[in-house]
């Protein structure tokens, strides 16, 4: 018994710098999934699409705070390839 709470406890003080650290880590992208749909709520035709990306600080009447990233097929410093939907569904990569 003696031996397993002394595992334990060693476990626990070499872990605990590693969870400290990555607590401290700031992600420099975020994964992002959506749904595109047509005015009646249906689902886009599969196919490659152009979507631009900001982020303002407020939900109206708000200042840009990031982007524009735009994914139009583009490859100058903003610009990313265009999105492949399918059935309305999308996923892109937000970050540098």
């Keep these: 018994m ?3 709470i002394q595992s334990i406890i060693l476990v626990a003080l070499l872990g605990a710098p590693s969870i400290v650290h990555s607590q401290g880590l700031v992600p420099e992208s975020i994964n992002y999934q959506g749904v595109l749909v047509d005015a009646l709520g249906n689902p886009l035709p599969d196919g490659n699409y152009e979507i631009n ?3 303002y600080n407020q939900a109206t009447l708000g200042t840009a705070v990031w982007g524009p990233i735009e994914f139009d097929g583009g ?3 903003g610009h990313r390839p265009q999105v492949p939907v399918v059935d309305g569904k999308y996923n892109v990569t937000l970050g540098p």
């Design 53 to 55: 990306f900001t982020i």
């Design 75 to 77: 490859s100058t410093n």
């Design 2 to 4: 003696r031996i397993t």
